[in-house]
């Protein structure tokens, strides 16, 4: 097992290398990691779309969703949350900043590329139209409550969110072996989708899913009968100004915030090397 210095070694060296990929290599390893997230938000919602309990539906799509982020760890793919770590690398002068944001830029794009493709091959293979429409209609149902958060509650959200997801990472580092990456990781983003938190990779692919959804009218009359939705309602909350501005970007504010200030700057502090004279 790797102590939290060399954990922070390990962190810091990587950073070197994932902004040193060419563009299209990072923006492939993006959009994989994108796919991933995607993956496990359509598992887990499959899973949890009709249970009542609110409580027993978090859990059990808890148990699904982490599949995301064991693919992003054991496969190498680039993810913007996660990635939000290398400001350790940039704290101890190894990267510079320029290379950060371009990194995490690109990331964040192919991230949202291979969400929403994932997003538009569920629909065109028809998954939604199991339990006669309403996994469609659960899907409105989440992007349409995601677009109605407050900017604050979707910062503060944020924050919380990737602070769990870089402390998933973290810990997956720890361990040298695939099991320990897998159950480090698994627990820790079990309690984030339990606790309900705002990460903006798997809202790429919720929110361009409910809009995708929003298309089909069988869909939407099951929303409206399951949910008491009104078609005015759905389409307002869906509009691309709604996913942006109302969602992506103060997660995405909050997520960088989770990352680097409240996650990578503490932990590079307390484990950094002393220079020597």
Not at 62 to 78: K, R, S
Not at 108 to 120: E, P, Q, T
Not at 234 to 244: D, E, P, Q, R, V
Request: hydrophobic residues 55%; aromatic residues 10%; glycine residues 10%.
């Amino acid at each position: 097992m790797n102590n939290p210095s060399e954990v922070l070694e390990l962190n810091m060296n990587g950073a070197i290398k994932k902004t040193s990929h060419p563009f299209f290599k990072l923006l492939v390893l993006a959009m994989m990691s994108g796919a991933f997230i995607a993956f496990g938000a359509v598992a887990s919602s499959f899973a949890a779309h009709n249970i009542k309990n609110v409580g027993v539906a978090k859990l059990v799509a808890g148990c699904i969703f982490p599949v995301g982020l064991m693919l992003v760890i054991i496969v190498g793919a680039e993810l913007f949350t996660g990635n939000c770590l290398i400001s350790m690398a940039v704290f101890d002068k190894r990267v510079s900043i320029g290379k950060m944001i371009y990194n995490l830029v690109v990331v964040y794009f192919g991230n949202m590329i291979g969400g929403v493709l994932v997003a538009a091959l569920t629909y065109a293979a028809g998954q939604w139209n199991q339990g006669s429409n309403l996994v469609g209609a659960y899907t409105i149902k989440v992007a349409v409550g995601k677009t109605g958060l407050s900017f604050t509650q979707c910062v503060a959200s944020g924050i919380l969110c990737n602070v769990l997801v870089c402390l998933a990472v973290l810990a997956a580092a720890a361990s040298k072996d695939v099991t320990g990456k897998t159950l480090m990781s698994f627990f820790i983003i079990l309690a984030f989708v339990i606790s309900g938190f705002e990460h903006c990779v798997a809202n790429m692919y919720y929110l361009f899913a409910g809009k995708i959804a929003a298309s089909n009218t069988a869909y939407v009359n099951a929303a409206i009968d399951a949910y008491g939705l009104t078609a005015d309602k759905i389409t307002n909350a869906l509009s691309l100004g709604k996913i942006f501005i109302n969602n992506l970007l103060p997660v995405t504010i909050g997520n960088i915030l989770g990352g680097m200030v409240f996650t990578g700057l503490p932990f590079w502090f307390v484990n950094k090397k002393k220079k020597e004279n």
